[in-house]
């Protein structure tokens, strides 16, 4: 890695040059565009970033589950330069190139099930959503979508309608499109029930609100990300699957934040050996280059009409020199193994914390997916505050964390796989001592 790997501040957080750029910012970019650290960053590699003041944060949020391979993997980089002096740009639906074909030649390889599929290509995660919902309803010729309490899907009109969660995301935003059935999720950390039972209940609701023969999708994260890394119970999304395969329902993973080796497997519907019908993709994917995908049955994929998919820039080659170079990465680096590597150094020291700490209501997650939900002590009550000035703390510290939630009270870890463990250990040490000190 081209920058070493440490934390170093020489400035207060952000420092002043950042500071002025943000002065700048509030003139000439729209108020609703927010950052969550306003640092400027000037260079970044591996887990750290290094901004515009000379000091090197540690990076325990990969830009949103996104630099998995790490931030400018040579693996990434090198392909892609190579790939922009060739050319940037022909539009594959004009004239295409073999690039593109590779990535999806990979996205069937490794996606779970062993059938014959076909992937398009676009340039982000709700755009890859919206397509998956297209297809769906096309291929099925029913127009109702099932989605979930809590989920998070994107921020264009239909997948605002598909997200859970008011307030920034829909408020003020709409109409909402039509034909969106919204049920429960399974949360164990709020809800004791089975698996099973919920997704009886789920089911109960759809097939008196709407019936199963006007359903043309459920669409699941499985294991929610901005709702709160919610992983559900066990036996919870085989039982959905199930239900969906019985019914001619399609079952439609939004892997776009757990995908590409995130949760500890390459595709977090493995962990219970759940088969989508389509899967998206995207952040992960090319290491940080925009790209999205669908992937799915060859025989859903296939029934839409000539012409009727595409983008002008989705499957841009540039993007997919990026993300061969990062699946290439991945595997070389056995990146699922080391998600679970980050995991297993994480979850038993925030557990040891939230032992006898009433503010820690849970820690939970899977590989390098780790969330931390906060009350106020001694009840159930979500505590954003707390939670905000818990990840204020970290980020003056110099590490870059982040929260979600329908509450806003969960502290979420996304760090780069390859991050050193050193880097890991210190980023840990510093949101501990954050944790202590707000909550104690
Ligand atoms: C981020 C995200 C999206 C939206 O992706 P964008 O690239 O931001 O459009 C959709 N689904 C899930 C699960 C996500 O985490």
């Not at 096309?138 to 997948?159: C, E, I, K, P, S």
């Not at 920034?168 to 809800?191: Q, T």
Request: with cysteine.
């Amino acid at each position: 890695m081209s920058l070493p790997q440490a934390r170093v501040l020489r400035t207060e957080i952000p420092g002043p040059c950042s500071r002025e750029l943000q002065q700048r910012r509030a003139a000439t970019v729209a108020s609703g565009v927010s950052s969550v650290l306003p640092v400027y960053v000037a260079e970044a590699a591996g887990g750290v970033l290094h901004d515009v003041d000379g000091n090197s944060l540690i990076d325990l949020g990969s830009g949103i589950a996104v630099t998995n391979v790490g931030n400018s993997a040579p693996e990434v980089v090198d392909p892609v330069r190579r790939q922009a002096g060739e050319f940037t740009h022909t539009c594959f639906m004009v004239t295409p190139y073999e690039n593109y074909l590779q990535v999806c030649e990979e996205l069937a390889a490794l996606t779970p099930g062993d059938h014959d599929k076909r992937s398009a290509l676009f340039n982000s995660g709700a755009e890859a959503v919206e397509n998956a919902v297209k297809i769906a309803r096309r291929a099925t010729g029913r127009q109702a979508v099932v989605v979930f309490d809590h989920a998070y899907h994107g921020r264009t009109n239909l997948t605002m309608a598909l997200t859970a969660k008011s307030v920034p995301y829909k408020h003020g935003f709409g109409p909402f499109a039509p034909e969106i059935y919204r049920v429960p999720m399974s949360y164990p950390a709020r809800d004791a029930r089975s698996g099973e039972q919920v997704a009886r209940e789920a089911v109960e609701r759809i097939d008196k609100q709407l019936g199963a023969d006007s359903v043309a999708a459920v669409l699941i994260e499985p294991v929610q990300g901005e709702g709160g890394f919610i992983e559900p119970a066990p036996g919870f999304l085989p039982a959905i699957s199930r239900w969906c395969t019985d019914n001619g329902v399609l079952f439609v993973a939004d892997e776009i934040q757990t995908g590409f080796c995130r949760t500890g497997s390459w595709f977090a519907c493995e962990h219970e050996n759940v088969v989508p019908d389509l899967i998206t993709t995207a952040k992960g994917i090319a290491g940080g280059l925009p790209l999205a995908a669908v992937t799915g049955r060859a025989d859903i994929m296939d029934a839409m009409p000539p012409s009727s998919l595409g983008g002008t820039y989705g499957g841009n080659p540039l993007a997919c020199a990026a993300a061969l170079g990062a699946i290439r990465a991945m595997r070389e680096r056995d990146l699922p193994a080391a998600a679970r590597a980050i995991g297993d150094v994480a979850f038993p020291r925030l557990r040891a914390l939230a032992d006898g700490n009433d503010a820690i209501f849970d820690v939970r997650g899977r590989g390098a997916m780790i969330g931390v939900e906060f009350v106020k002590p001694g009840t159930t009550d979500p505590d954003p505050e707390v939670t905000a000035r818990i990840a204020k703390t970290c980020h003056q510290q110099g590490v870059v964390v982040l929260t979600c939630g329908t509450y806003g009270n969960v502290i979420r870890l996304l760090p780069p796989l390859v991050i050193d463990h050193a880097l890991l250990d210190e980023g840990l040490g510093v949101l501990e001592s954050a944790i202590v000190e707000h909550t104690r």
